[in-house]
C-alpha cells in the first residue's frame, strides 16, 4: 500500500505570494492533517480534516487554510507568505476510529522557503 | 495550557541502552505516541500508549505513567541507525490532534 504522498517537494517564494500544497493520504485513511515543522518550534498542528470538513484547527493565523475533497486528498493554502512561514509542512493521514487516537502516518513533506 | 518537555539532545555508544523521557501537561489525554525521525525524512510511528505500564516492541520500549504525566522510549542494543531525533506526542481528546514535544536529538557513536 502506498503512502502518504506530498506535492511539490520543495518551493521557493516570496514575500506577499501565496502557495498552494498537496497530500493525498493512504488509502482508505480518512482523516488529514497538517502540520508546520521548524527548528525552533518542533512540529505544530495547523488543522484537521474528515469528511470534508475541518474538525480541528490550532493556532495560526487565518492566512492558513485547507480543504479537504471527497477522495480524501487535501490541500493546504498559505496567503501573503512571510519570512517566517519557511518550514517543513507535513501531512499525516490516519484511518479515524472516532474518539479515541490513532496512529497518524506522514508524509515527506513540503520544505517551503520564503525569501 | 498544553506543554510538553523532552530533552533537546543526548548521546550514547553503540550497543548501549538510552532512555528518553518526556513529561507533560495537557488537556484530554488520549494517549501517547513516540516518533522517530530522521533529518529530512518524515517522522514514523514507534510506538502508542494509553494505559499505564510497558509496551515492549522488539528493541524498543514505550513506558507511561498518566498519574504523573511522564512516559519514557528505551532503546536496547543502540545502533548507529538509531540516530535521529524523538518526538513525543500527546493526542487530545479532540479528534486527532497530535501535541508534539520539540524532539530529542540522539548521536550514536561507535
Known amino acids: 500500500k502506498a503512502g502518504v504522498t506530498q506535492t511539490p517537494r520543495y518551493l521557493i517564494k516570496t514575500r506577499g505570494q501565496q502557495v498552494t500544497l498537496s497530500c493525498s493520504p493512504i488509502?482508505?485513511?480518512?482523516?488529514v492533517s497538517w502540520y508546520q515543522q521548524t527548528p525552533g518550534q518542533g512540529l505544530q498542528f495547523l488543522f484537521e480534516?474528515?469528511?470534508?470538513?475541518?474538525?480541528n484547527k490550532g493556532n495560526f493565523p487565518g492566512r492558513f487554510s485547507g480543504r479537504q475533497f471527497s477522495n480524501s486528498r487535501s490541500e493546504m493554502n498559505v496567503s501573503t507568505l512571510e519570512l517566517g512561514d519557511s518550514a517543513l509542512y507535513l501531512c499525516?493521514?490516519?484511518?479515524?476510529?472516532?474518539?479515541?487516537?490513532?496512529?497518524?502516518?506522514f508524509g515527506p513533506g513540503t520544505r517551503l522557503t520564503v525569501l | 495550557g498544553q506543554n510538553i518537555d523532552q530533552p533537546t539532545e543526548m548521546t550514547a555508544t553503540e550497543g548501549a541502552i538510552v532512555q528518553i523521557n518526556c513529561t507533560y501537561q495537557?488537556?484530554?489525554?488520549?494517549?501517547l505516541f513516540w516518533y522517530q525521525q530522521h533529518a529530512g525524512e518524515a517522522p514514523t510511528f514507534l510506538s502508542y500508549?494509553?494505559?499505564?505500564g510497558l509496551e515492549e516492541k522488539g528493541r524498543f520500549s514505550s513506558f507511561l505513567s498518566r498519574s504523573k504525566g511522564y512516559s519514557y522510549l528505551l532503546l536496547k542494543e543502540l545502533q548507529m541507525k538509531d540516530s535521529a531525533s524523538y518526538l513525543c506526542?500527546?493526542?487530545?481528546?479532540?479528534?486527532?490532534?497530535?501535541?508534539f514535544g520539540t524532539g530529542t536529538r540522539l548521536l550514536v557513536s561507535p
Open positions: 499525516a493521514s490516519s484511518l479515524d476510529p472516532g474518539s479515541r487516537a490513532d496512529t497518524q502516518y
Open positions: 488509502s482508505g485513511h480518512r482523516s
Open positions: 480534516y474528515f469528511s470534508e470538513t475541518q474538525r
Open positions: 495537557t488537556s484530554g489525554f488520549n494517549g
Open positions: 500508549n494509553v494505559l499505564d
Open positions: 506526542a500527546v493526542a487530545n481528546t479532540g479528534f486527532q490532534k497530535l501535541v
